[in-house]
């Protein structure tokens, strides 16, 4: 398979979605990407990798190997698992460079905009700036 | 007084008063179940508001001109309403603040400055965090102690503990009237009796229980209630400290600006009178008065009929949830109000939030602003659903029907 680009890996979410007609089947997909999220072992589940979000703990383990990262994340909310898996579909095997200036459009374009409010408070908003800070400490100066 | 005859209490009539519960979210019905964290506003206020800022605007209590005194007027007749709807001894006990917390921090910064080291403050294991952190700040400040009274796995205060907790030493008890996460009704009666016995004054935490049910401060002989005007069905950023009068007047001002003062110079400044001298600045003029077009509407509404119709809906919504495997009811007071916590095995809080609100339903998930109750269940949050009452019967089945499913989705 042809290695896509991060945006092509977005649009390809965004045609997955359109399929969807209402509310409850996006969800019920998103919550089958959650329980399809490989666990993250217990012991990656530490204070340095929490994101503490006002509902519910999300966990994001970054690691770097030839010039690229590798994200895995685990929460307690399935839904917000759900979308961090769409995150780490679009942000794997990216270089930190490219992670640093990418536009999450799809989220939006996805109908999942509400998720980046505050309010929402499931640290989602927090999880991307986690991925990012950790992009950060892999950029080749 | 002549007493005024009231229609009995019908939910479908109530409703047609209140626009917000007639619109679609995400395509389907509203079904407003969030009354515990704000209430929907009836046509009236709604009007009020309007009319207030389209005809009537003018600052208080200072200008020469109509309109400044007609908004006076207003203003103080809406003060007086609300006075007589808590049944307050002078309308001069009632405070305009911004909302409960602001009532709390009020009470925390003004009397906290009558309480001295080694004093202690009372309050509960059930608190929600207004009525937790000033209290907390002002021990620090004045090296006060603060005392928890525990509460056992219904969700009640044990009240063996509380009265050996209270003491001599106790200043304050700052209770909540009915909690917010559980729905538990205090008996605040009583406590405040066995209180005053050791000559502690009591605040009640009133945001939960004046929309709720008929509050008498004379009968309460509570020394300060403190209330939010957005969860009785009136306007956000408005609210009431009632405080006995002799109290008040002993207490220093908490905020210094125009109106609390009667005459200022740079070397000394004396105070207005009540209520004056703890409302600085130009106040909430609208939300004041507005406020008072809602305790209106509420005088004009058969409250019995109401508040049964709550409780009713409280039972028949208990009972369809019971069923339910897994689904635990957090908060189960013999004496309880219109709120409804739970948890279920396995399934976080969060995703059946976001599951309902995807079936128009508005509940609260989370900590409620009660995390060391949170921590006393061993729970990360709960799912809460709170009715006020134009809330129905067929809301119910449609809520529990979607809390099946949400269930089933996630399991
Ligand atoms: C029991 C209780 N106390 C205090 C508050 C705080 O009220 P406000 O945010 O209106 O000041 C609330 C509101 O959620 C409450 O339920």
Redesign the pocket.
């Known amino acids: 398979m042809a290695i896509q680009t991060i945006q092509e890996k977005q649009e390809e979410i965004v045609s997955e979605f359109e399929m969807f007609d209402d509310w409850m089947a996006k969800y019920e997909y998103l919550i089958d990407l959650g329980k399809d999220l490989p666990l993250i072992q217990e012991e990656l589940k530490t204070d340095e990798r929490l994101i503490e979000g006002c509902q519910s703990r999300v966990w994001l383990n970054a690691a770097f190997t030839n010039g690229k990262m590798q994200f895995s994340a685990d929460s307690e909310a399935i839904i917000t698992k759900g979308i961090i898996g769409l995150l780490i579909r679009v942000l794997n095997d990216e270089n930190p460079e490219t992670i640093l200036k990418t536009d999450l459009k799809f989220i939006s374009d996805i109908g999942l905009q509400e998720h980046l409010s505050p309010t929402r408070a499931n640290g989602l908003n927090g999880m991307i700036k986690k991925i990012k800070m950790e992009a950060l400490k892999y950029i080749q100066h | 007084m002549t007493e005024i005859i009231k229609k009995p209490f019908n939910v479908r009539e109530i409703r047609e008063e209140f626009p917000a519960l007639r619109q679609e979210i995400y395509g389907k019905s509203l079904i407003y179940f969030d009354n ?2 704000t209430s929907q506003k009836p046509q009236i206020v709604l009007n009020a508001i309007n009319k207030f800022y389209s005809k009537e605007n003018a600052n208080i209590h200072r200008g020469v001109h109509f309109m400044s005194q007609k908004a006076t007027t207003e203003f103080e007749e809406a003060r007086k309403k609300i006075q007589h709807f808590i049944n307050a001894r002078k309308a001069e006990e009632v405070i305009f603040t911004k ?4 009532g709390i921090n009020l009470v925390a910064s003004s009397y906290g400055e009558l309480l001295t080291a080694g004093d202690e403050i009372l309050i509960t294991a059930m608190e ?1 965090h ?2 937790i952190v000033p209290w907390q700040l002002l021990c620090q400040r004045k090296g006060l102690i603060l005392r928890v009274a525990p509460i056992n796995f219904k969700g009640e205060l044990i009240v063996e503990e509380f009265d050996i907790l209270l003491s001599k030493k106790t200043k304050l008890l700052a209770i ?1 009237h009915i909690s ?1 996460t559980l729905g538990t009704i205090n008996p605040v009666k009583e406590l405040t009796q066995k209180a005053h016995a050791v000559g502690a004054k009591v605040l009640l ?1 009133g ?2 229980s004046i929309q709720h049910m008929k509050i008498d401060v004379k009968d309460l002989d509570c020394d300060f209630y403190v209330f ?1 005007s ?2 009785l069905f009136g306007p956000t950023g408005i ?1 009431v400290l009632y405080g006995k009068e002799d109290l008040l007047d002993r207490m220093p001002p908490y905020q210094g600006g125009g109106d609390m003062i009667s005459r200022v110079t740079f070397e000394h400044t004396s105070y207005n009178e009540l209520p004056f001298k703890f409302e600085a600045g130009t106040p909430h003029i609208a939300g004041g008065i507005c406020l008072g077009t809602s305790v209106g509407f509420l005088n004009s509404i058969d409250l019995d009929g109401a508040q049964k119709h709550e409780g009713e809906l409280t039972k028949y919504a208990e009972h369809l949830l019971d069923t339910f495997e897994g689904l635990q009811i957090i908060g189960e007071a013999k004496n309880k109000t219109s709120v409804i916590s739970f948890t279920v095995d396995g399934i976080h809080p969060f995703d059946i939030g976001t599951l309902l609100d995807k079936q128009g339903i508005a509940v609260r998930t989370g900590h409620h ?1 009660t995390q060391p109750l949170m921590d006393f269940y061993k729970i990360p949050g709960t799912t809460r659903a709170s009715f006020a009452f134009y809330n129905t019967k067929e809301e119910i089945d449609l809520f529990v029907e979607a809390v099946e499913k949400s269930i089933n989705m996630l399991k």
């Open positions: 515990g964290a909302g409960t917390t602001d929600h207004s009525n909540t917010n935490d945001a939960q939010s957005h969860k609210g602003c």
